[in-house]
């Protein structure tokens, strides 16, 4: 590691990496094109920029192109990019659609050593003959599984098209696999693979499952609105769900953001600066938020839709828990969701019965699938109550409900009686 980031780093506190950023460390600096894949939250972004950056030349032109398949995504790597590269005075362009094309080409005329970007606006200005890439010596894709799909493949395929030179190294990065043919074929070469998604990253996320009707879901985040330093990011599986959900928020005034594709960056950056800074309560987004997206110290992510498939779920948890630290994953739905979630996902779900429960803060501080209530010793928590005491409860709760049932019949049968007699002369004694 280049000694100004290695002080960098020393200063303030840091003293071990990921694995991922031990394993990709050299073959990025020697210039072998990798493909990476490590688990979300263990730093991938900090693990190409540290290797990457001193290996470029000051004034030399644009010499590292980043894409990323998200506004946000790319957004949130130029900032990380940038902190690090005016270390090596280094200049960092984002270039990301829906921003201002005219700004972006006069920050072009200054020749940065490093773009990071979405492939639609990048094709968009390589196409037009604004950004040459004569000078590019790495072409790296952040979240590459989502970008070698269809449609963005298509894109950068044209990208690529422009800097034909078989000497620029090609650096994959993702939670998920690759298509290895795909991103062979595009590139034309072979991959290193340098798989850490295996290697145990301590964490302590726990995974709850709240059985709610789809009716009562708006209802069970106001609940969550009230507690206490809480906030999460909230996962739609459909705009127009969200957009009902925001209204009913709106009216209920909980403080909240939402993150819509479709809307402009300008209003999309806006909401994310409001979550980051605390003033929402909730960020309500699709999977457009997914991926990469990092909130420092994010309390929870909420399934109000559960994902459509495992790695979704995964990605989507991701948010939460990041670097070790802890986090919790909330999904509502009914029993038959909870059985489609446990086949999709192999973590320990714990199931949250009851809306009382709801309004209880969770503990951080357990381990990973473990609640502790507030105020409770760690040690007492972790034991599981005797059953006898169990059994007890439970007896008496029974008891309770045959209790209630007697009484309501009673008053039932009282009230069918009443109305039968009503209007009816009263019977004196003795009379037939």
Known sequence: M??????????VGFTTLTPIQEAVAEPLAAGESIDALAPTGTGKTLAFTWPLLPTLVPGDGEQLLILAPSQELAMQTTRVVREW?????????????????????????????????TPGRVAELVDNGKLKLKRLRTLLLDEADELLTEDTAKQIDGVWDAIDDPDVQVAL????????????????????????????IPTAIAHEF??????????????????????????????????????????EHVAMATLVRGDSSSTRAKSLENFRKGTAKFLLTTDVAARGLDIPDLPAVINFDLPRNGETYTHRAGRTGRM?????????????????????????????????QATKPTSFSGSAGHTVEPGANKETADKPRPVAKVRKVQKKKAEEVVARTDRFAKEKKAKRKHSKNKGKPKRKNGEN
């Open 210 to 251: 709240w059985p709610t009707a789809r009716e009562q879901r708006n209802k069970r985040l106001r609940q969550l609105a009230a507690r206490k330093n809480f906030q999460a990011i909230v996962f739609f599986n459909t705009t127009k769900q969200l957009k009902v959900t925001a209204s009913f928020l709106a009216h």
């Open 324 to 356: 070790g630290k802890h986090g919790l994953v909330i999904s509502f739905g009914n029993d038959h969701d909870l059985r489609d979630l446990r086949r999709l996902v192999a973590v320990d779900i714990q199931l949250v019965n009851g809306a009382s």
């Open 173 to 200: 990065f993702g939670a998920t696999e690759v298509d290895t043919t795909i991103a062979a074929g595009l590139f034309d070469r072979d991959f290193t693979r340098i798989d850490q998604r295996n290697v145990p």
């Open 85 to 117: 590269a005016t270390l090596v005075d280094l200049k960092v362009l984002a270039l990301t659609g829906g921003a201002n094309v005219k700004r972006q080409l006069d920050a072009l005329k200054k020749h940065p050593e490093v773009i990071v970007g």
């Open 2 to 11: 280049d000694t100004r980031f290695e002080e960098r780093l020393a200063s």
